[in-house]
Protein backbone atom coordinates (compact mmCIF):
# COMPACT_ATOMS: atom_id res chain seq x y z
CA UNK A 1 0.00 0.00 0.00
CA UNK A 2 0.99 3.54 -0.82
CA UNK A 3 1.36 5.62 1.87
CA UNK A 4 0.53 9.50 2.45
CA UNK A 5 2.09 11.68 5.19
CA UNK A 6 0.80 15.34 5.77
CA UNK A 7 2.63 17.68 8.09
CA UNK A 8 2.41 19.74 9.66
CA UNK A 9 -1.04 17.71 12.17
CA UNK A 10 -2.18 21.41 13.01
CA UNK A 11 -1.49 24.22 11.79
CA UNK A 12 -2.36 27.55 13.41
CA UNK A 13 -3.36 31.15 11.28
CA UNK A 14 -4.77 34.22 10.57
CA UNK A 15 -6.87 35.58 8.14
CA UNK A 16 -5.01 36.53 5.63
CA UNK A 17 -1.99 34.61 5.75
CA UNK A 18 -0.23 32.23 3.20
CA UNK A 19 -0.89 28.85 4.89
CA UNK A 20 1.21 25.87 2.95
CA UNK A 21 0.29 21.95 3.63
CA UNK A 22 2.51 19.36 2.75
CA UNK A 23 2.00 15.83 1.80
CA UNK A 24 4.76 12.85 1.14
CA UNK A 25 3.51 9.76 -0.78
CA UNK A 26 5.69 6.56 0.35
CA UNK A 27 6.59 5.74 -3.05
CA UNK A 28 6.13 7.92 -6.39
CA UNK A 29 2.59 8.40 -7.60
CA UNK A 30 3.05 10.51 -10.81
CA UNK A 31 0.90 13.56 -10.11
CA UNK A 32 -2.09 11.28 -9.14
CA UNK A 33 -2.68 13.64 -5.86
CA UNK A 34 -6.12 15.32 -4.94
CA UNK A 35 -6.27 17.50 -2.22
CA UNK A 36 -9.72 17.61 0.26
CA UNK A 37 -11.11 20.33 2.73
CA UNK A 38 -13.68 19.10 5.02
CA UNK A 39 -15.78 20.98 7.81
CA UNK A 40 -17.60 19.04 11.04
CA UNK A 41 -20.36 17.07 9.83
CA UNK A 42 -20.18 17.45 6.64
CA UNK A 43 -18.46 15.07 3.50
CA UNK A 44 -14.74 16.07 2.32
CA UNK A 45 -14.57 18.05 -0.74
CA UNK A 46 -12.25 17.91 -3.40
CA UNK A 47 -10.25 21.09 -4.25
CA UNK A 48 -7.59 20.04 -6.12
CA UNK A 49 -6.78 17.03 -8.66
CA UNK A 50 -3.90 16.19 -10.07
CA UNK A 51 -1.65 17.80 -8.09
CA UNK A 52 -2.52 21.32 -9.71
CA UNK A 53 -5.72 21.39 -11.30
CA UNK A 54 -8.26 23.35 -9.44
CA UNK A 55 -11.67 22.01 -9.47
CA UNK A 56 -14.73 23.81 -10.98
CA UNK A 57 -16.20 26.19 -8.07
CA UNK A 58 -13.26 26.24 -6.18
CA UNK A 59 -11.50 30.05 -5.27
CA UNK A 60 -8.44 30.69 -6.55
CA UNK A 61 -6.65 31.73 -3.60
CA UNK A 62 -6.45 27.56 -3.26
CA UNK A 63 -3.50 26.00 -5.20
CA UNK A 64 -1.53 23.00 -5.61
CA UNK A 65 2.34 21.59 -6.82
CA UNK A 66 4.12 19.00 -6.44
CA UNK A 67 4.84 15.42 -8.68
CA UNK A 68 6.10 12.35 -7.92
CA UNK A 69 5.89 11.74 -4.06
CA UNK A 70 5.84 15.57 -2.57
CA UNK A 71 3.24 17.67 -2.74
CA UNK A 72 2.08 20.72 -1.60
CA UNK A 73 -1.07 22.75 -1.03
CA UNK A 74 -0.84 26.46 -0.54
CA UNK A 75 -3.63 29.08 0.53
CA UNK A 76 -2.56 32.09 -0.72
CA UNK A 77 -4.69 34.68 1.43
CA UNK A 78 -6.34 32.72 4.56
CA UNK A 79 -10.22 33.35 4.32
CA UNK A 80 -12.49 32.42 8.01
CA UNK A 81 -14.17 30.01 5.63
CA UNK A 82 -11.34 28.13 5.28
CA UNK A 83 -10.29 27.05 8.96
CA UNK A 84 -11.36 23.24 8.27
CA UNK A 85 -9.05 20.26 8.44
CA UNK A 86 -7.55 19.24 4.73
CA UNK A 87 -6.55 15.82 3.36
CA UNK A 88 -4.56 15.01 0.28
CA UNK A 89 -5.15 11.70 -1.11
CA UNK A 90 -3.36 9.91 -3.55
CA UNK A 91 -4.83 7.34 -6.63
CA UNK A 92 -3.11 4.33 -8.05
CA UNK A 93 -4.35 1.35 -10.17
CA UNK A 94 -4.79 -1.18 -7.12
CA UNK A 95 -6.59 1.35 -4.91
CA UNK A 96 -6.74 4.88 -3.19
CA UNK A 97 -5.50 6.09 0.18
CA UNK A 98 -5.59 9.56 1.97
CA UNK A 99 -3.40 11.30 4.06
CA UNK A 100 -4.00 11.53 8.17
CA UNK A 101 -4.90 15.59 8.14
CA UNK A 102 -4.34 18.89 8.66
CA UNK A 103 -5.79 20.74 10.93
CA UNK A 104 -6.36 24.41 9.98
CA UNK A 105 -7.43 26.77 12.87
CA UNK A 106 -6.97 30.26 14.15
CA UNK B 1 -26.52 19.03 -10.35
CA UNK B 2 -25.28 15.54 -9.23
CA UNK B 3 -26.77 14.35 -5.43
CA UNK B 4 -26.08 11.02 -4.19
CA UNK B 5 -28.82 10.16 -1.74
CA UNK B 6 -27.50 7.35 1.34
CA UNK B 7 -29.74 5.26 3.27
CA UNK B 8 -29.13 2.41 5.21
CA UNK B 9 -29.22 0.99 9.27
CA UNK B 10 -27.06 2.90 11.36
CA UNK B 11 -27.08 0.55 14.46
CA UNK B 12 -25.68 -3.27 13.94
CA UNK B 13 -24.65 -6.12 16.44
CA UNK B 14 -21.03 -7.89 16.13
CA UNK B 15 -21.18 -10.15 13.83
CA UNK B 16 -24.29 -8.96 11.71
CA UNK B 17 -23.88 -7.86 7.75
CA UNK B 18 -23.92 -3.60 7.41
CA UNK B 19 -25.73 -2.78 4.48
CA UNK B 20 -25.95 0.80 2.78
CA UNK B 21 -27.35 1.73 -0.49
CA UNK B 22 -26.38 4.96 -2.37
CA UNK B 23 -28.65 6.67 -4.89
CA UNK B 24 -28.09 8.72 -7.85
CA UNK B 25 -29.58 11.41 -9.48
CA UNK B 26 -29.04 14.81 -11.54
CA UNK B 27 -26.26 12.88 -13.65
CA UNK B 28 -25.02 9.87 -15.99
CA UNK B 29 -24.25 6.73 -14.07
CA UNK B 30 -22.01 5.61 -17.04
CA UNK B 31 -18.40 6.45 -17.24
CA UNK B 32 -17.98 6.74 -13.23
CA UNK B 33 -16.62 4.75 -10.74
CA UNK B 34 -18.75 4.83 -7.67
CA UNK B 35 -16.74 4.27 -4.13
CA UNK B 36 -17.44 3.45 -0.43
CA UNK B 37 -15.12 5.57 2.03
CA UNK B 38 -15.33 5.33 5.64
CA UNK B 39 -13.93 7.61 8.61
CA UNK B 40 -13.03 6.80 11.60
CA UNK B 41 -11.73 9.52 14.40
CA UNK B 42 -8.44 6.87 14.88
CA UNK B 43 -7.96 5.87 11.47
CA UNK B 44 -9.18 9.07 9.31
CA UNK B 45 -10.59 8.50 5.53
CA UNK B 46 -10.27 4.61 4.03
CA UNK B 47 -11.56 3.61 1.32
CA UNK B 48 -13.60 0.71 1.07
CA UNK B 49 -13.80 -0.24 -2.92
CA UNK B 50 -15.13 1.12 -6.12
CA UNK B 51 -17.22 0.11 -8.74
CA UNK B 52 -18.68 0.77 -12.37
CA UNK B 53 -21.72 0.85 -13.91
CA UNK B 54 -20.96 -2.57 -15.59
CA UNK B 55 -20.38 -4.16 -12.03
CA UNK B 56 -17.10 -4.69 -12.36
CA UNK B 57 -15.60 -4.07 -8.53
CA UNK B 58 -12.12 -3.59 -6.79
CA UNK B 59 -11.85 -3.07 -2.86
CA UNK B 60 -9.59 -2.20 -0.51
CA UNK B 61 -7.33 -5.62 0.00
CA UNK B 62 -7.68 -4.79 4.42
CA UNK B 63 -11.55 -5.49 3.86
CA UNK B 64 -11.48 -7.53 0.74
CA UNK B 65 -12.70 -10.59 2.28
CA UNK B 66 -16.11 -9.72 3.64
CA UNK B 67 -16.59 -6.69 1.27
CA UNK B 68 -19.28 -6.86 -1.87
CA UNK B 69 -20.24 -3.88 -4.05
CA UNK B 70 -23.11 -3.89 -6.71
CA UNK B 71 -24.75 -2.03 -8.39
CA UNK B 72 -28.58 -1.50 -9.75
CA UNK B 73 -28.38 0.90 -13.29
CA UNK B 74 -31.67 1.28 -14.11
CA UNK B 75 -32.61 2.08 -10.24
CA UNK B 76 -29.13 4.48 -10.48
CA UNK B 77 -27.96 2.81 -7.10
CA UNK B 78 -25.07 0.75 -5.73
CA UNK B 79 -24.62 -1.00 -2.69
CA UNK B 80 -22.53 -1.49 -0.24
CA UNK B 81 -22.66 -4.93 1.78
CA UNK B 82 -19.59 -5.37 4.73
CA UNK B 83 -20.31 -8.78 6.86
CA UNK B 84 -19.10 -9.64 10.26
CA UNK B 85 -19.00 -6.58 11.36
CA UNK B 86 -17.16 -5.31 14.82
CA UNK B 87 -16.75 -2.47 16.96
CA UNK B 88 -13.83 -1.74 14.96
CA UNK B 89 -16.35 -1.04 12.13
CA UNK B 90 -17.88 1.83 13.51
CA UNK B 91 -17.30 4.71 10.86
CA UNK B 92 -19.19 7.51 9.47
CA UNK B 93 -19.33 5.83 5.79
CA UNK B 94 -19.25 7.81 2.12
CA UNK B 95 -20.54 6.66 -1.00
CA UNK B 96 -18.85 9.35 -3.66
CA UNK B 97 -18.73 9.30 -7.76
CA UNK B 98 -14.61 9.29 -8.60
CA UNK B 99 -13.25 10.56 -11.93
CA UNK B 100 -9.61 11.12 -13.00
CA UNK B 101 -8.67 9.94 -9.72
CA UNK B 102 -10.58 12.51 -6.97
CA UNK B 103 -13.77 12.14 -5.33
CA UNK B 104 -16.06 14.56 -7.13
CA UNK B 105 -19.33 14.42 -5.37
CA UNK B 106 -19.94 12.99 -1.96
CA UNK B 107 -22.96 11.31 -0.36
CA UNK B 108 -23.98 13.27 3.04
CA UNK B 109 -22.59 10.40 5.18
CA UNK B 110 -24.00 7.61 7.05
CA UNK B 111 -22.99 6.87 10.96
CA UNK B 112 -22.79 2.94 11.29
CA UNK B 113 -22.26 1.58 15.13
CA UNK B 114 -21.55 -1.05 15.93
CA UNK B 115 -22.61 -2.10 19.53
CA UNK B 116 -24.06 -5.15 21.37
Known amino acids: DIQMTQSPSTLSASVGDRVTISCRASQSISNWLAWYQQKPGKAPRVLIY???SLESGVPSRFSGSGSGTEFTLTISSLQPDDFATYYCQQYDSYSWTFGQGTKVEI | QVQLRQRGAGLLKPSETLSLTCGVSGGSFSGYYWNWIRQTPGKGLEWIGE???????KYNPSLKSRVTMSVDTSKKQFSLSLSFVTAADTAVYYCARSVVGRMEYWGQGTLVTVSS
Open chain 2, 51 to 57: IDHGGSA
Open chain 1, 50 to 52: KAS
